[in-house]
């Protein structure tokens, strides 16, 4: 069920957060290792989450609402868009040739709007790794992990989910430490192809009180993979 049922048609966007790091950084995964610098999984992605620009280790910080959760550096838009497509840089960078873009976190949150009732399912296109969760009511959780460091693949739910209309919170914690990185967020329902196809529109109306002021994703109607895009 999901925290808020109904049907939501206006919005404008979720909110990123991102964090690079020195090439020093040390975290709690491989740390203590003289090789270990970096982040290595998930646990250094939270921790990395939590730095604040005036950090030592701390290269530079952004916030800022997204109209798609579809991003890479500028090593993976070079080697993997043949096979993945092309997404955007991510907005962190400057896409300089001579520019640092490893050792880069970021973190997606906002609100899935599903405004016809049926089954869908929804992936992500990671390197190296990823949490995505979705929330609906009375605590109910959904998860796709990958922790590690991880060449680009795609990983989708094992079992399609059945969604009422309403707004589904989610949260996507993904993570970049060397050469190339990339975070996508993509659904499709049952019987679809498996294309990337961007689709307009997806974000839309604002979460009603009393819930935090999160920006959502919608209109999940059509079929095939789709990034998910806002106007």
């Given at each position: 069920?999901p925290?808020y ?6 919005g ?11 090439e ?5 995964i ?34 800022r609402?997204?109209n798609?959760i ?13 096979k ?17 873009q ?20 929804l992936?992500v ?14 605590g ?8 590690g ?11 399609n ?8 919170a ?20 049952p ?21 935090t002021?999160?920006?959502?994703l919608?209109?999940?109607g059509?079929i ?7 106007n």
């Open positions: 069920m925290q049922a109904g049907v939501y048609l206006n404008d966007g979720a909110n990123s957060q991102w964090v690079q790091v020195t020093n950084w040390r975290g709690g491989q740390g203590d290792e003289i090789w270990g610098t970096g982040i290595w999984g998930l646990a250094d992605q939270d921790t990395v989450m939590g730095l604040h620009s005036g950090n030592a280790n701390v290269i530079q910080t952004l916030n609402r997204v798609q579809n991003f890479s550096d500028q090593v993976f838009a070079n080697t993997g868009s043949a993945w497509g092309t997404p955007e840089l991510a907005p962190i960078f400057n896409n300089a040739a001579t520019e640092n490893d050792n880069w976190a970021s973190r997606f949150t906002g609100y899935l709007s599903i405004t016809f009732a049926g089954n869908y399912n992936g296109l990671y390197d190296d790794g990823f949490r995505f969760s979705l929330m609906g009511a009375g109910q959780r959904v998860e796709l992990v990958k922790d460091l991880n060449s680009p693949d795609r990983l989708a739910f094992a079992d989910l059945q969604l009422s209309a309403g707004l589904y989610f949260q996507l914690d993904a993570y970049e430490r060397l050469e190339a990185g990339v975070v996508q967020l993509a659904w499709w329902t019987g679809a192809g498996l294309a990337i196809v961007p689709q307009e529109n997806l974000f839309t109306s604002p979460v009603p009180e009393p819930a002021p999160l920006l959502m919608a209109g999940l059509l095939g993979w789709r990034t998910l895009k806002c």
